[in-house]
């Protein structure tokens, strides 16, 4: 599945390219999209079963979790630089070596678990993604049109239908894609709802702030890039003392600790204004943002998947997944309705940007800090769970 999903990955990458209409870059985004969506949870899969439940997985996972939070900044860096020098393309393009190095690295260094016979749960597949659509698309439109509107309860009522339906296929199916079990142990749940949460606050904070930088700083695509590398130089400062600390203190203690910092991030940098100073306004924030994000996922990635049957791994890698997805795109969405529907009279476009900036940040804020709750209501160490029952 991941030597299959990266070459998709790279030739969707490689036809978004040259693509010359709209049509053909979001059709070959979508399949984008089918990779990366397919190569998340077997990446976890893979640490779980290489690993074992030890403080060697929880090594693994915080790597795994720093490099995918200095990743995303560094993308922005490098995509700026193409962008304002080469051509956007570029961007694109990068990712096909990127993939065929990665396949030959799966090739040589990754161990094929043992396999297991089973049937692919079609109508589960196909209830919980139209359901997702239906609820996310509202969202999502909801800045143009009224929430009382027939479009609106008409989208809300199907999505609510589909789920339910969902729901009751995978505690009827023979192999659901989605194991309903692994969600009664309150500590996982706990932790799929902290990571919904958090990915959505990071999401919208790698889109928020660059077009702030870029619509009302007045930034050049590279210089936004550039804005973004304290958020980077912290990522490093994260795989020095991330490991030690979680030895001693444990993941709970870590993911508190990191969710209190990047709420505070978000909230300082939710007051940046057009006369905004990079210094202090703008990098100091980044740094516990970007302390934040790299030290945050490998906690809640060990929180999703202990004391789990190793038939169960991909099971509950893809709910990881799936929690991980919609904070990408649900409260993603949800804060774009924010900034869209966050109007003041009297502003200049100047000024209405940077209100409606701050108000989408301060949403981004807001549920890092309810993840923090979260973390202290449901979140306990790894070592203290309890098998879901």
């Known amino acids: ?31 984008q999209g089918v990779g990366a969506a397919i190569l998340a949870p077997s990446v976890l899969a893979l640490i779980s079963t290489t690993f074992p439940e030890s403080a060697e997985r929880t090594r693994a996972l915080a790597a795994y979790s720093m490099v995918a939070g200095a990743g995303s900044a560094l993308g922005l860096v490098l995509g700026g630089y193409f962008a304002d020098h080469i051509s956007l393309r570029v961007g694109f393009f990068m990712n096909v070596p990127i993939g065929i190095a990665l396949m030959l690295g799966v090739v040589r260094f990754i161990r094929e678990p043992e396999l297991r016979p089973g049937a692919f749960d079609r109508f589960g597949a196909l209830t919980s993604a139209l359901g997702m659509i239906c609820l996310v698309f ?36 023979t192999q659901p894609i989605m194991l309903l079990h692994l969600l009664a142990s309150r500590q996982r749940w706990g932790a799929d709802l902290l990571r919904m949460l958090f990915l959505g606050g990071m999401v919208s904070f790698l889109y928020l702030p660059t077009q702030f930088l870029l619509r009302v700083l007045g930034y050049s695509p590279f210089q936004a890039g550039l804005a973004f590398l304290p958020m980077i130089l912290m990522a490093f400062v994260a795989a020095v003392i991330v490991p030690a600390f979680t030895r001693r203190r ?28 990079f210094t202090l ?21 060990v929180a999703g998947i ?75 160490p790894a070592e203290h769970m309890q098998p879901a029952r």
Not at 2 to 18: Q, V
Not at 283 to 294: D, E, F, R, T, V
């Open 250 to 277: 444990g993941n709970a203690s870590l993911s508190r600790i990191v969710l209190a910092l990047t709420a505070t991030g978000l909230l300082w940098l939710s007051t940046a204004a057009p006369n905004a100073r």
């Open 306 to 380: 202990s004391v789990i049957a190793d038939r169960d791994l991909g099971a509950a890698s893809g709910v990881v997944n799936v929690f991980h997805q919609l904070g990408g795109s649900f409260v993603l969405g949800l804060l774009v309705a924010v900034f869209a529907s966050a109007n003041a009279p009297g502003m200049d476009g100047i000024q209405l940007r940077s209100h409606r900036n701050a108000m989408a940040l301060t949403g981004a804020g807001v549920m890092h800090t309810l993840s923090l709750i979260a973390a202290l209501l449901f979140v306990v």
């Open 138 to 173: 509202r969202i999502v439109q909801s800045a143009g049109s009224e929430w009382t509107s027939s479009r609106t309860l008409a989208a809300v009522a199907s999505g609510l239908v589909l789920l339910i339906v969902f729901a009751v296929i995978e505690a009827r199916a």
């Open 281 to 301: 306004d703008i990098a100091l924030p980044m740094a516990p943002i970007g302390l934040g994000n790299s030290a945050a996922l490998g906690p809640l990635a």
């Open 1 to 31: 599945m991941l030597l299959n999903r990266l070459a998709l990955f790279a030739l969707s990458s490689l036809a978004i390219g040259p693509a010359a209409v709209a049509d053909w870059l979001m059709g070959a985004r979508a399949m």
